[in-house]
């Protein structure tokens, strides 16, 4: 939700094209919306709200300024301020490429004891007719 915030403050401004201002107003922003809630009942407090938030905020500044600073052709700078998505991403695809090479993903299933069953059998007893039936029939 704050990646729009951290995007557009620098852009409203050029106080808040210094981190401090913008994470600074992103976190205090959250911790009301937080406390409100904490407070009236509406809603869930959270620490994860919280924490998502602050990153949201600090993703979109970092685009914003990176972008500004490859305007500039400061190309090296930019891949830090690019740091925290790019971050993000690959933590974000390494969980999902961990729990995709899983069979039940993080599901914990252990069966207590192996059995063979590769020489079992399954039968069914079950008797079909032998007629169609039309949609009619039914």
């Not at 690019?82 to 599901?107: C, D, Q, T």
């Amino acid at each position: 939700m704050f990646v729009p915030f951290g995007i557009f403050l620098p852009l409203l401004h050029s106080r808040f094209q210094k981190a401090r201002w913008t994470i600074g107003l992103a976190s205090l922003f959250t911790f009301s919306i937080e406390s409100v809630q904490l407070i009236t009942g509406f809603g869930i407090f959270e620490l994860d709200d919280l924490f998502n938030n602050f990153l949201g905020a600090i993703i979109g500044y970092g685009i914003t300024i990176g972008f500004m600073n490859i305007r500039k052709k400061e190309i090296k700078r930019s891949v830090v301020y690019f740091a925290p998505l790019l971050l993000v991403i690959l933590i974000s695809g390494g969980m999902f490429a961990y729990y995709y090479s899983k069979e039940f993903g993080n599901l914990s299933i252990v069966p207590a004891y192996k059995t063979n069953m590769e020489n079992d059998t399954i039968t069914i007893d079950v008797q079909l007719d032998e007629q169609k039936k039309d949609s009619s029939d039914l």
